[in-house]
Structures are given as C-alpha cells and as structure tokens.
T-cell receptor, first 111, second 112 residues
Framework: NAGVTQTPKFRVLKTGQSMTLLCAQDMNHEYMYWYRQDPGMGLRLIHYSVGEGTTAKGEVPDGYNVSRLKKQNFLLGLESAAPSQTSVYFC??????????FGPGTRLTVL | AQSVTQLGSHVSVSEGALVLLRCNYSSSVPPYLFWYVQYPNQGLQLLLKYTTGATLVKGINGFEAEFKKSETSFHLTKPSAHMSDAAEYFCAVSDFPNQFYFGTGTSLTVIP
C-alpha cells in the first residue's frame, strides 16, 4: 500500500516550457486535490476532483490544467511555465470530507 | 468560504515544556477539523481530526486538540515537547464534502 505517490520529485523548467505532474493513489479515494505550497502562504488549492472524469477549480487555478481519466490518477499540467509557478506541489486524496492523505511533493523551479 | 487563522507563525518551547498551537476558524456550521504536521522536505501527515462526537481528540505522538464551538477554536496541545516535535504544523477545516482550507502554518522550534 503506497498511499499517494507523485512523479517527478524535482524538476527545473525554462519559462514557456510545459510539463505534467502525475499523482497516483491506491486507497480507492474518490476525491483528489492539487495544492501549491509557498513560504508564508500555507497550502493553496489549485484544482480538485470529486470523481473520475470530473474536475473543478480551486483558489489559484490560472496557468494550470488537470485531468482525471482514471480514478487512481490525477494529472496537473502547466502549459507555459512562468517563474511565478516555482513552488512545491502536493497532491492529496480523501474519502469525501474525511482527512486528506498527501504525497511527498514535487519541487518545481521555473527559470 | 471558510478561513483558518493560526496565531503565531513561529513558536519556540523548551524541551519538556507544554506545546500550545492555536487555531481559529470561521464557520457557520460545525466543520471537520484537522491538524497536520510537516517535517522538512516531506509531505503533510495527519496528526488528528475532529468530525463528530467527543470534542477532545487524541492524535499521534502524544498530541491532542479540543474543539470549542463557542470559541470557533481547535487548539493543538502536547504536555511535554520532544526535540522530534520540531516541524511545521497546519490546521485545516473541511466544509464537507470537498473543500479543505488550510492555515498558513506554525513553525515549532524545540529548545534543548
């Protein structure tokens, strides 16, 4: 039982490049989330999903897209990376409104 | 939308002293409440949660928190701090079923 895993762990991009972050969970959770964590700002919700094939915007969705084609996977895409997207990205999953379980994070630097 | 306020972005305690981390939330209905801990370069780990029932909740590593509806508070305590408790602590609120709101975190330093 791996819980929540994230790929990759680290990434450096140049401005304008694109990339996809992968989140996978093996707990059969319906709900999945993408957050970014920046110093002094806590966690901010980017997008979330309440089930396969559904997604919704969170607090800071601009510049990101997501897809939930399979229940266990939640992908976060950056179409044209900007330095302001330098952050640590966390994926989480939960059973409805119960506690969230977090992945180890992806450190992204955009130059 | 909910909001979560953690009083004190940095808290220092001596080893063996009481740990008290404060959390207040805004909600018109009883929410689900959580405390998470984050060690350096790691993800968030659930310490404890309140959903329904007993308002004093016990978690891992000797931590506990009390839900006080009248004060809209969910403060985290531990009777005796250990060096291993040094970490970032986040309070979170869920307004069921799908939105979670996090505080900005409190960094706990334990002084030997």
């Amino acid at each position: 039982n791996a819980g929540v895993t994230q790929t990759p762990k680290f990434r450096v991009l140049k401005t304008g490049q694109s990339m996809t972050l992968l989140c996978a969970q093996d707990m059969n959770h319906e709900y999945m989330y993408w957050y970014r964590q920046d110093p002094g700002m806590g966690l901010r919700l980017i997008h979330y999903s309440v089930g396969e094939g559904t997604t919704a915007k969170g607090e800071v969705p601009d510049g990101y897209n997501v897809s939930r084609l399979k229940k266990q996977n939640f992908l976060l895409g950056l179409e044209s990376a900007a330095p302001s997207q330098t952050s640590v990205y966390f994926c989480a999953s939960s059973y409805q409104g119960e506690a969230q379980y977090f992945g180890p994070g992806t450190r992204l630097t955009v130059l | 939308a909910q909001s979560v306020t953690q009083l004190g972005s940095h808290v220092s305690v001596s080893e063996g002293a009481l740990v008290l981390l404060r959390c207040n939330y805004s909600s018109s209905v009883p929410p689900y409440l959580f405390w998470y801990v984050q060690y350096p370069n790691q993800g968030l780990q659930l310490l404890l949660k309140y959903t329904t029932g007993a308002t004093l909740v016990k978690g891992i590593n000797g931590f506990e928190a009390e839900f006080k509806k009248s004060e809209t508070s969910f403060h985290l305590t531990k009777p005796s701090a250990h060096m291993s408790d040094a970490a970032e602590y986040f309070c979170a609120v869920s307004d069921f079923p799908n939105q979670f709101y996090f505080g900005t975190g409190t960094s706990l330093t334990v002084i030997p």
